[in-house]
Every structure is written in C-alpha cells, then in structure tokens.
C-alpha cells in the first residue's frame, strides 16, 4: 500500500494570499503525479479552523496562510504530521517559511520573503513528504 499524504491548508476569507495559495496547490494537485496527496482547508476564523489550527500546534498565526503536510496513520486513521528533515535549516527554495519542526511551510512576510508561497516551494515540500516516507 502506497503512503498517502494530507496537506492542512490554513487561511482566512478574503485573504488575498490565502486564495493563490488555495490556487497553486489546487493547480499542483490536480496532476495525476500528486495523486497520493490530499488537500483540507481550514478558514481559522471559523471555530472548525481555528480548533484545527490549535491542534496543529505549530503554527504561527501572524505567518498565515500556512501549510502542514502529514502521513495518514493506519492505525488511528488520522493525519500524523511528518518532521521537517532539517529542523530549523533554511533551504535555499523555501528559505524562512519552513516550519521549524514539522514539515510545512508558512507565509514569510519580511522583506526578504516577499509574504508568497511559490510553485516551487511547495513542489519541494511534497518531494521532501514522500523522501521522509521512503524505506
């Protein structure tokens, strides 16, 4: 049986970088190479969101709109999130926006980041997903 992936997308309504995130991803996943993952919207201005927001636990609510990739456990058949490879190393694609400890990434607003989550950052976050799934 193949891994499958849950990415928990978290934004809010009429957020203008919420929406190209929602936009991208959608775009991304709707290639039959991004098959075994799955994407969950979460409005955090909605109790639902907001309550899976808390549960993630990791994300800061001043980098939305965010993302957190996870595995599904057998078991429990819940997401599990997975643990970012490199724990608080930039790359040079996803530079700040990596999540320190789980694999995701969240709207960098400095300068330097430009407040964007590119095609290419979350082309890397996937591969990186299936890369810490492999035996």
């Known amino acids: 049986m193949s891994t499958r992936y849950r990415i928990d997308v978290f934004g809010k309504e009429g957020c203008d970088k919420c929406k190209t ?3 991208r991803l959608d775009k991304l996943l709707a290639d039959e190479a991004w ?3 799955e994407k969950q919207y979460h409005d955090i201005e909605t109790e639902p969101g907001i309550i899976a927001f808390c549960e993630a636990e990791c994300l800061n609510p001043q980098r939305i709109p965010a993302l957190l990739i996870s595995t599904w456990d057998a078991a429990t058949n819940t997401p599990r999130p997975l643990p970012n490879p490199a724990p608080g190393q930039p790359d040079p694609v ?3 926006s990596r999540f320190y400890a789980s694999l995701g990434l969240q ?3 400095s ?3 430009r407040g964007v989550i590119t095609p290419d950052m979350l082309t890397t976050v996937l591969r990186d997903a299936r890369a810490a799934t492999r035996t």
């Open 21 to 23: 995130l929602n936009r």
């Open 35 to 37: 098959a075994d993952f």
């Open 94 to 96: 996803c530079g700040k």
């Open 107 to 109: 709207t960098d607003y």
């Open 111 to 113: 300068e330097s980041g």
